[in-house]
């Protein structure tokens, strides 16, 4: 099972900053910004490469959920970045849909 899979199912213990039915949230273990949030769907979907129309309104629901997170950190105040990292050539590693929120930059 993937490892974004076992931490949404729990089997690796993590400190979520958000979840609900559909997505999770956490710390990027290894951040490239001040603030770095993964935004991740709780269904095991490889990317935005290969998600199928079914699925679609998780993605506004990832985009949405980083916009509160983000007002939640008071970055609406001085901006910030929303990447979805999709396949080999677009710097994926994870092959498990996933937003990053990054920001807090002085
Ligand atoms: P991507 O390049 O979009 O596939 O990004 C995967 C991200 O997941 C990277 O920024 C990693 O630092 C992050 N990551 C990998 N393993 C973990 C983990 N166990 N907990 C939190 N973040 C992780
Ligand atoms: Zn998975």
């Known amino acids: ?4 899979c ?6 690796i213990p993590k400190d979520f900053t958000f979840e609900d039915e ?4 956490f710390k990027d273990i290894n951040p490239k ?6 935004i991740v769907a709780k269904k095991h979907i490889e990317s935005v490469i290969t998600i199928k129309e079914g699925d679609r309104n998780l993605i506004a629901e990832m985009v949405w959920r980083a916009k509160l997170l983000a007002e939640e ?3 609406d105040k001085t ?13 994926q590693i994870i092959d498990h849909i ?7 930059w002085k």
């Open 79 to 91: 901006g910030y970045k929303l990447i979805f990292h999709c396949g080999r050539g677009g710097g």
């Open 1 to 4: 099972m993937c490892i974004f």
């Open 98 to 104: 996933h937003l990053h929120l990054r920001g807090g």
């Open 33 to 38: 910004a001040p603030v770095h949030l993964l």
């Open 22 to 25: 559909t997505l999770v949230a």
């Open 73 to 75: 950190k008071g970055l």
């Open 6 to 11: 076992q931490i949404v199912n729990k089997e």
